[in-house]
Every structure is written in C-alpha cells, then in structure tokens.
C-alpha cells in the first residue's frame, strides 16, 4: 500500500486532518476480528471499530508502545466491571507482535462534543446525570485502588443514556490539547491537579479533574483557560477559579472539589457527590449524529509539539520562597484587578486614587518597606551563601512520590520524566535557534558601517533631545505640588538639559557596545565616567542658570554621609558627583539602549531605574524629588530614542533562519 | 399498441425496482468518521431484522417485520405506513399520519415504540437523503447514519455533504451511471490499490484512498 497510514506531506509535517490509519477497513490483523473502519488516534497507538467473527462489536485499541509496564494497568483493569466503565474485554498480540486491547464500542458521543454544543453550559438535570453517572463508574474505580488520572470530557461517552468512563488503567502522556479525541489518551492541562506538578497521582486529582468538569458542564468553559502550557499550569497551582457565575451548592463543591490542598478536597468521590442534587430519571441525552459528534483525530503534530508542562514547574519550585510569595502575590493582586468587572474609567479613577494615597502617606510606608528590603537584602545574601552547602549535603531529589494507589505509579513517573527530557530538549533547542537568530541580529548590528552608526546615533540624539522637552514638562508639573512651590522655567530647561544629556551619555558608549559581547566591569567603570561628567555638568548648569533646586523631605532621608551643603545650604558639588557616578555604576544602562530589547519602552526598565536612584539618595543625600525625576527621564528619553527592532522583523529574521 | 408499449415500460420500471430494492444495499466505512449503510433502491422497507431480509432497513427495535416503506419519488421521498395498525401509529414531527406522506427535510419520523428516526436532505441539488436515529435504536448491521442514495453521493469537509467529513480536504462523490458506482474526486485516488486518474468504476466492495481519506465499501 503505497498510501500508508504514516503519510507525510512535502514539509514533513502529517497531512492537515490526515485520517490514515495502519490497518484498513476489512484486514484481519488480529485473529478472529475484521477491521471495519478507523475511530481516532491517540498518544497511545490507533483505535479501530471491528467486529468479532461471531458478530461481536468491538473497539480494538492498538498499543503501538509495546511496553510491558503499559499493559499492566490495562491487565489490572481487564476484570473490573461497572455499568459506567468502558468494559475492557481482553489483551491479545497480533503476528507483528503489536498488542491490541479488545473493549467495549461504545457508539454515544462523548461529554467534549456535548459540553461543545452548549457553549454557554448544559441544562442542570443533563449534568447531574452526567455527574452522578462518573460519580459511580470513578467511585468504583477507587474502591478497586484504581486512580483514573486523566479524566477529561473527551474519555467520557455515553451509550443508549449511560455515562461510560474509559480509558482508565492506561498510562498517560501529558499534553496540553484542551480538547482530543474520544479515543485520545494523552492527558490535558486542564483537568490537572496542581499537586501532579510534584508527582502526586492519589485519588484527589480524580476528584479534581470531577470539579473542573462540573465546572466546564455549568458554564461551558474550563476554569482555567490561557495561550500556553505554562500559564495553564501557573493557574492551577495559584489561581482561584471565577466561582461568582456558579449558584449553590455547586459552587462549594467546585470549591473544594478544587482546593489546591489535595487534603482539603473531598476524601471520597460519594462525600462530593452527596452534596449535590439527586440525578432526575432518565438516562444522558442521545445526540444524533452530526459531523462534529464524529470522533476526531487529534491534529498529531500539534500535540507532539506540546507535549509536558511538568517541567516548568519543578524549576521554579526551587526558588527562593520569599521571592516566590511575593510574585505569586503579586500575580494575584494582578489577575484579581483583570478579572474585575468595572468600567475601564472607574478602573483608571481607582488606580489614580491608590498612587496618590500612596504618595500622600510615603511617610508612613516608605520607612516600613525601605527596612524591610534591607532584611531581605541580608536574609538573601545569607541564603545565596547557605544554600549551595544545603544542596551538596545531599538533599534529595524531586521525585515523584511514592505510589499510594492505582497500577503502574512508576510508568507515570517514568512518564513525566520521559517527557520533561523532551521538554527540555525541545527548549533547549528553542533556545539555540533563539540564540542563532539573535546572534545573527547581532552580527548585523556589529557590521553596520561607521558612517550608518553614527547616522544612526545623531538620529537618535536628536530624538532625544526631542524627548525631553514633553518629559521634563510633565515631570516638573507632577513634582511641584510635591514641593509646595510653583514651577521655575529655569527648573524645567535644568531638567531637559541634563536629562537630554543623560541620555547621550547613555546613547554614545551603547552604540559602541552594539551588538557586541563585552565585559561588564569596563562598561560599568565607562559609564562610571559618564556619570561622574554628568554630575558636574548638572551642578555646573544648576550654577549657570540659578536654579534653586527646593528639596522634599517626602522623598527620602538626610542620607548617611554629611559635608554635602554649603554654607547657604546649596548642594555641593559633592552630592552630584557622587549621584550620578554611583547611579551609572550601579545599573546596566547600555541595555535599555540595545536594539534587541523586548519592548520599545518598558515601564518596568523606567520602574527599576528609578527605584534605584531613590535607593541611592538614600544613602547620597540628592535634592529629591529632582534625582527621581532625571533617573527616570533618561532611562526613558533613553528608550524612547534608540533604535528598535519589531518582533516582525525578527521573527522574519527567525523564520528565515529556520 | 401505445397501450403495450406503456406495459412493458412499466414492466421493466418494475423490474430494476426489484432489482434495486433487493440487495442494492452496502456498507461505507470511512476511517475517522463512520460507518454507514446505503441503500441504493428506490423503495425501502423498514422493519425489524429478520432472517429472510427481505427488510431493506432493518432496526433492532419493538417494530413489526414490514413496518413502514419510504419511496423515491422524482426529488423527494414519501413515508407509507404498511398497513393500519391499530397499536403502532406513526407520526411526522409529531403529527400522526394515516396514509403516504411527503417527507420534508428536518423531520423527525417517530415509528412509535420510541424509534425516532429524523430526515434530511442535506444537498440542494441532490435527491440523496440521509436518516439518522434520533433514539437509542440502532440500525442491523450498526451503522451511523443511513444514506438513501438517489443518483450521486457526497462526502466532503461541508456541512451540506451528505457524509461531513470535516478532516478532509476536498469532495469525493460516489455516483451511479446505469448499475455502475463511480467515484470521483481532485487528487490522487487508488482503488483496490490501483492507481486511477481520479476518476474510477468501483466494486461493490472496493478499496478507495486518496491523500487524506480511506473508504471502504462492503456489500450486504
């Protein structure tokens, strides 16, 4: 058959929607039943609908992975029997020594095709019956010390008006398909429980993957939705399902059918079910055939590209945990402030009010937050210095834990560790090609001409210049109420100048470093230089025009070293000398000039440069709010003005370099 | 003369009418989508499965051996009850019928006994009609969907195919020209492994692959 079931296209890639399958319709490979047609593909291997030689209905799943391990859960399964399980009936090796598993056919379309045609969810007796109906098939695998472990709408199908589970017993990749196909094995991100992040597989994450269901039935969508793996995952280990659009009792128990404790969810499948209404008669609803409810086979090359998330969790599980509670924190704060549901102005008017009562009681929380950063200064030195030692002590690894019930624990173990090693792979070379592509940028940027450079840094040192007019505007009208003084023009000119040459002193040592591997300390001793001239540039400006240069007290203390005042209580020369150098020291500054950075502007790069400059005038005592103001203008009229490249455009560059 | 002439038309119109009804009927395995029984005849009886199968569409319910009969008729179909029944009525969207009936494209025809079958005639240019259990019922031998196959058949990534194939790329048409089944499609096409020109004669148990699908016809 020159027209096999492994076709590939031109580009290497299955055929879009490519339904081939290894054994046509009508062959024999298995003795005694004839291969009437092909139903899906999954992770696993095929799944066809025969028919025995007696007349015998079947499914006839083929396990291409012919390990012994995978058979077993499948062997321990064989004689379970329930009404709501997917009866399996046996396992037999065909001449190609291929295992099939020979079960039940169940013709009913699966609770994916249903929760699909109700997209805004199912009337609530259709899911009580559904629910009740996986209650029993799920609480009867438990009782048997069986754990489904991935339970999802797709393994959920319904014959003449039962609920029949399936695909229980077998050991499960992990992808992150939301939706696959009835006869899919490969487990989905959303129906996961936090706590398989750490190889934990008991029966909580059954329960779970109930809750997540009910959910998805109720509302038509999956509490937890996001654009990758990763987001996913990060949600369901911190994120709080939106439960507002459930009623009672449904809410508590996806509440604590969800709870990220697996202790605090329900111990037993018939506690949760207990708490829901009684199943109105009848059975599930028997949709007629439309050619959505036909199974679908998974698009293969996307799943294989996607296989495993576990990976992103475990490394970041090894952070410091402060850092980690904290950003966690903040994430929440950020996903609670996305989600509410209030007009975007009455968004803007309450954020405006927050940063002003903020500003308004600096003095009260700027002490409190100054000292605490200062603990946790030392408090992360300490453990920057501990830690190392605690891990050569011989701490032990992260594994999965150890099986607590349901076959074949250490085929998922081997599993997961199977996929985070083609996880990493795959980031790994993720990361060349991103390499590759950058440092090709790179070079581009290295072997552009000295007369395009400097083109290039005039240009940009005009803009600059530009730039600073509008910024120096709007920041001496935000500092004067601070001040309680009204605006000098002499104040805003100051600010410009400085800033604008800021700007440049960042700009001309950055074009020269463009695209180019340098060593930090020379850069740093460079800008140190840099600084140092700017310093007495400002004071000699701040003479030449007479600036007064009114300090608020809001803004900082009387920093740690004296001998910064003339006798008239005029800065010295000191004060900015000692500013400005330490300020272009202690930063990276020829970043947010580098072409390649993420954004063209990045608040947070403006955030960071300013947080340290009021840091540093805690120590350097500086005319506040004035030092603020320029660390930000030049970190900003910095960004604003050097050139950028789109993403487009390195995509482009990214694509042709694949 | 006209008179003999008219005889012997009808005769021969008798003729293929038998011929078509008995046994024109097979199975059409898809891989990836289904199964599904088509019957070529113009006249199909519906019932319970029996063994002498003289039943064209059998249904493994609480039916009487000839239980209804659905008739061709120039583009559409007519639903016959057998006989009258005093216990088994059967209704069209509910409305009980008491003697031939057109059928119209949505209608759900309820046998009684809780057979519910809904019709449709997804193709605006083709007589083909399509039948699908509403209950639980299931057809002998189990098949998804029914296909009365008029003139042409068609399987394709359209919702107006009479077989939705969604995965698909293009069309494939099955179509009959004097007994022949033809089937015909843009792109590769192997039947029984046989390289064609995409467009072949098929057997009434014939192998057809293209780039993206395999289809399998069985007769019964």
Known sequence: ??????????????????????????????????????????????????????????????IRRNLEVELRGVRECLNLKHPNLVGLYDIKSDDMDDRWVVMEYVSGESLEALIDRHPDGMLRDDVLRWM????????????????????????????????KIGDYGLAKFISCSRRSGQTESIGTIHYMAPEIANGRYGREIDIYALGIMLYEMLTGNVPFEGESVGEVLMKHLTA?????????????????????????????ISEMIAQLPNAPAGGVARAAYTPADGPRVADSADEQDQVVPAVAISEETDEEPVAQAVRDGWRNIQSWWAELKLHAGVKTLLLVLVILGLIGFSEAWVPVLFSALLIYAVYWVVRAMVSPVMKASG?????????????????????????????????????????????????????KSVRDKLAE???????AALAAVPLSIVMCIFATPALG??????????????????????????????????????????MLVAGLAIGAMACGLAGLLMVELPDSNDFG??????????????????????????????????????????????????VWCVAWAWLLAQLWWFPQPWGLMLAGMIAMSTQLASPWIPHEERIGKQEADE | MMKSTLGRRNASQADTVAKRSSNQRFLLWIDGVGGFLTLLGERIVVGQPSAEGAVDLPIRADLSRRHCIIRREQEGYVLEPVQALSNREIRIDAQRIEGPTRLADGNVIDLGQGVKIKFSQPHALSATARLVMVSHHKTQPTADAVLLM????????????????????????????????????????????????????????????GEDFAIRLESL
């Open chain 1, 457 to 463: 840094l005039t240009g940009s040192m005009l803009l």
């Open chain 1, 132 to 163: 009740h109906g996986m209650a029993a098939g799920v609480a009867y695998l438990h009782d048997h010390g069986v754990v489904h472990r991935d339970l999802k709408p797709g393994n959920i199908l319904s014959d003449e008006g039962t609920v």
């Open chain 1, 485 to 526: 003084t009204t605006l000098q023009i002499e104040q805003a000119i100051w600010i410009a100048l400085v800033g604008t040459v800021g700007a440049w002193a960042v700009m001309l040592p950055s074009k020269r470093w463009e695209g180019r591997h340098g060593d930090d300390g020379v850069r740093r001793f460079t």
């Open chain 1, 240 to 268: 709080e399902p939106d439960l507002g659009v459930l009623d009672e009792p449904y809410r508590t128990v996806v509440a604590r059918a969800m709870a990220k404790d697996p202790e605090k969810r329900f111990r037993s």
């Open chain 1, 395 to 447: 701490k032990p690894p992260r594994v999965a834990s150890p099986p607590v019930n349901g076959p074949s624990q250490e085929v998922v173990a081997q599993r997961i560790e199977a996929a985070q090693f083609v996880e990493r792979r795959r980031q790994r070379g993720k990361h060349r090609r991103r390499h590759s592509w950058r440092d090709e940028l790179r070079t581009t940027l290295v072997e």
């Open chain 2, 150 to 209: 008029s003139d042409t058949c068609i399987l394709g990534p359209n919702s107006h195919c009479h077989v939705p194939c969604k995965a698909w790329q293009r069309d494939v048409v099955l179509y009959r020209r004097d007994d022949d089944l033809i089937c015909r499609t843009q792109g590769p096409l192997e039947i029984d492994s046989q390289a064609t020109d995409g467009h072949a004669t098929i057997g009434r148990n014939a192998r057809i692959e």
């Open chain 1, 557 to 606: 203390g009387q920093g740690l070293l004296s001998g910064f005042h003339a006798a008239d209580g005029t800065p010295t020369m000191l004060p900015y000398l000692a500013y400005f150098g330490f300020l272009f020291v202690i930063l990276r500054w020829w970043r947010i000039a580098d072409p390649l950075r993420t954004v063209r502007l990045s608040l947070w790069s403006t």
């Open chain 1, 1 to 62: 058959m020159s027209l096999n079931a492994t076709k590939v296209s031109e580009e290497g890639k299955p055929l879009a929607g490519a339904t081939k399958f290894t054994h046509p319709s009508g062959s024999r490979p298995l003795d005694g039943y004839t291969i009437k047609r092909g139903v899906g593909r999954g992770g696993f291997g095929e799944v066809y609908f025969g028919e025995s030689d007696g007349g015998k209905e079947v499914a006839l799943k083929l």
